[in-house]
């Protein structure tokens, strides 16, 4: 019997999935190519579903014969792979991005003498609206906390940016660029003491609690589905960091970064750092086990933020620090620096992936902004935090709009500044 391939995400099933699946099988046995996570998640958004549960509903649909991993975006691996006599697709590639991966596909399959077979792209299903459809409906706290394990095992680098209020985390979650090599956005958000408090007009000292911040994180997980990092200081006495883990866990939040400090808080970009105290290997270490043995699931993650370098000690310091957290339970490791030239942080991974290659490192590249991600993912990096950009660039907007107000004596002069009222009530749902 002739063999059809069928590359599928399989993520959202609708009519026109079920149609080239018929399809399919008429012409023989079908083989669906079920892209995997990183595969999907290299060009597009992470799937809601997981690999395997993709799997499953496929490997269920009348007519699929049998469902292998599709390890790569573009279609040619495979089909050299299994050699179908046909592949099947619909016509909209044509013409959308998948344009350049139609003309590898015709390429490949000149080399055994197989056939494409396009068919008509079923009208009246459109992806995009059902995504945005979902994202308008929402998540749940146990697909939201899981997403941030699943997005490190399928992405080279997971980019985080800051949100401080719901309206910032919106924007985290809808802003998008498309490249060349695909669709550019942030996998999630970055829950920043610093940000979070400067926007309450209040100074960044750590409170024993989540009292204060909580309004802003709920607002966040109320309109947002992206998972969220949560910045948890010290993270306090470990009595207090198991009810930390316990309410943020509850709530959705993927994982939490706690420091090695102690003491009174200072911010680590400013001052000298030398003279901060840290916490030992061990009080470091048993807030840690603390916060492990706290938790309910295996999805959300503790992360140690590793401040000897930015406090002036050696990065053996630093390292040693480090690899006692992970012994203690920690789920990966933050290292800090204000180091302009990142030598250190480079440094620090290198040597840090010699003894742990799969533990999670995070780089929040404020100082060190000169490197792309490519080249801290080349580090050792998964984790790349944009830390208070959004914050950062509103301050000097708002201030302008208000100064060329007051300058002019009335708000013509700034109607260029400001998004029209219109783009405000299509921002939000439901408003308009």
């Not at 002036?312 to 040693?320: F, R």
Request: proline share 4%.
């Amino acid at each position: 019997m002739a063999t059809v391939y069928l590359g599928m995400t399989a993520d959202i099933i609708h009519p026109g999935i079920i149609n080239i699946v018929n399809e399919g099988a008429k012409h023989g046995e079908l083989i669906v190519g079920l892209l995997t996570d990183r595969a999907i998640a290299s060009h597009k958004r992470l799937p809601y579903l997981s690999y395997e549960q993709r799997k499953l509903v496929v490997e269920n649909m009348k007519g699929v014969s049998r469902v292998v991993p599709q390890e790569e975006w573009s279609y040619v691996p495979n089909l050299k792979k299994y050699k179908p006599d046909f592949i099947i697709h619909g016509d909209d590639w044509k013409s959308n991005y998948l344009s350049k991966i139609r003309e590898e596909v015709y390429e490949a399959m000149k080399e055994w003498g197989g056939q494409v077979i396009e068919i008509p792209y079923t009208q009246g299903i459109n992806s995009s609206s059902l995504v945005d459809n979902a994202k308008v409906i929402g998540t749940t706290p146990d697909v939201r906390r899981a997403a941030l394990r699943r997005l490190i095992a399928a992405k080279p680098i997971v980019r985080i940016m800051e949100a401080h209020s719901g309206l910032s985390g919106l924007i985290v979650e809808n802003t998008s660029v498309m490249k060349d090599d695909g669709l550019h956005s942030f996998d999630g958000m970055w829950s920043s003491s610093l940000t979070d408090s400067t926007d309450k007009g209040k100074p960044d000292i750590e409170a024993v609690d989540l009292t204060t911040r909580m309004q802003s994180l709920t607002d966040m997980l109320e309109c947002t589905t992206k998972p969220i990092i949560y910045d948890g200081d010290t993270g306090g006495i470990p009595e207090h960091f198991v009810f930390t883990v316990r309410t943020l866990e509850r709530n959705g939040v993927s994982a939490v970064i706690i420091e090695d400090k102690k003491g009174l808080k200072k911010n680590s970009l400013f001052g000298t750092e030398a003279k901060q105290v840290l916490a030992t290997e061990e009080e470091f270490c048993e807030k840690i086990s603390a916060g492990k043995r706290a938790q309910v699931t295996k999805d959300f993650m503790i992360i140690a933020r590793i401040e000897e370098i930015i406090a002036g000690y050696s990065v053996d310091e630093a390292l040693s620090k480090a690899f006692a957290a992970v012994r203690a339970g920690a789920d990966g490791i933050m290292i800090h620096s204000k180091n302009k030239e990142g030598t250190d942080i480079k440094e620090f991974c290198t040597r840090f992936r010699k003894e742990y290659t799969s533990i999670p490192l995070v780089l929040v590249p404020t100082t060190y902004n000169q490197f792309t991600e490519s080249e801290l993912a080349s580090w050792g990096a998964n984790i790349i935090i944009y830390a208070n950009h959004l914050l950062r660039a509103a301050y000097p907007a708002m201030k302008k709009c208000a100064e060329t107000i007051l300058q002019a004596e009335r708000s013509l002069e700034v109607n260029d500044l400001c998004m029209p009222i219109k783009q405000i009530l299509e921002l939000i749902p439901g408003t308009k």
